[in-house]
């Protein structure tokens, strides 16, 4: 499959701070596309769009908290057409059972992990359908894909959702030539993993997939040709710690 240019598109890294949204930005960069991200600590994102300059690329930061409907709607307005779209915003707390979840965490949990990701799509759609293209690519996780004790009821809940998200998009916009990814990974080597009641050691996080490994999948998805729909993709460490613990 002969991949396509990202020269001349626009990218919006949702979540572009740090970790897969970071190694994200940095892969569409490197294929040419001009990127944007967004999240909520303008330091980390000024650090990514740093170093995706000093290695050629083009990025820009606007801040945003995707809670905010309104806010998500004036970034993307700031933004300007957007030709690729990765919600990579995600979080979870250490308290995570059924048991002791607190409510609150269960509200903040939902609104990142899901509604932002649901503001953003609507957000990108008009001019995507103006210009009848655009990829969306949205990070879930093997959490999405199977169930797995130790990522909680409100993440697995959230992560689950996702896929569906992804494929109404395109059951409805896959004839204006819009498409979406659902990228399911499992265990990487991100700063999510300290938000676990044990967080793994470094030896551990070294086995597991790392942020390049996702930032590669969502450019080689970003650059296929346009005919192409990659719906779900589900990727993990050859050592992988949910086989091992069965």
């Known amino acids: 499959m002969a991949h396509e240019t990202l020269k001349g598109k626009t990218?919006?890294?949702?979540?572009?701070g740090s970790g897969l949204g970071a190694a994200s930005a940095a892969a569409l960069a490197a294929g040419g596309a001009h990127v944007c991200l967004s999240g909520r600590r303008r330091d980390a994102l000024e650090t990514v769009a740093d170093r995706i300059a000093r290695a050629g690329g083009s990025a820009k930061v606007?801040?945003?908290?995707?809670?905010?409907?309104?806010?998500?709607t004036a970034t993307a307005s700031a933004v300007g057409g957007v030709d690729i779209l990765?919600?990579?915003a995600g979080t979870n707390v250490?308290?995570?059972?059924?048991?002791?979840?607190?409510?609150?965490?269960?509200?903040?949990i939902v609104s990142i992990n899901l509604s932002g990701a649901l503001h953003c799509v609507q957000a990108v759609l008009p001019g995507m359908r103006a210009r009848n293209s655009g990829t969306v690519v949205v990070i879930s996780s093997w959490a999405g894909w199977r169930m797995e004790p130790v990522a909680g009821v409100s993440y697995s809940a959230t992560k689950h959702a996702l896929p569906a998200l992804c494929e109404t998009i395109n059951i409805e916009e896959g004839q204006r030539?819009?498409?979406?990814?659902?990228?399911?990974?499992?265990?990487?080597?991100?700063?999510?993993?300290?938000?676990?009641?044990?967080?793994?050691?470094?030896?551990a996080r070294a086995r597991m997939l790392q942020a390049s490994d996702?930032?590669?999948?969502?450019?080689?998805?970003?650059?296929?040709?346009?005919?192409?729909?990659?719906?779900?993709?589900?990727?993990s460490p050859l050592h992988n710690n949910f086989y091992a613990t069965r």
């Open 86 to 88: 990765v919600y990579s």
């Open 177 to 203: 030539g819009i498409r979406a990814t659902c990228l399911m990974p499992a265990e990487a080597a991100t700063d999510v993993l300290d938000t676990r009641p044990n967080p793994p050691s470094a030896e």
């Open 94 to 108: 250490p308290t995570r059972a059924l048991e002791t979840l607190d409510g609150d965490d269960w509200e903040r």
């Open 214 to 235: 996702i930032g590669d999948a969502v450019a080689f998805v970003a650059s296929a040709p346009a005919r192409v729909c990659m719906n779900q993709i589900v990727m």
């Open 62 to 72: 606007q801040v945003l908290d995707v809670a905010n409907r309104d806010a998500v």
């Open 11 to 16: 990218a919006w890294i949702i979540g572009g």
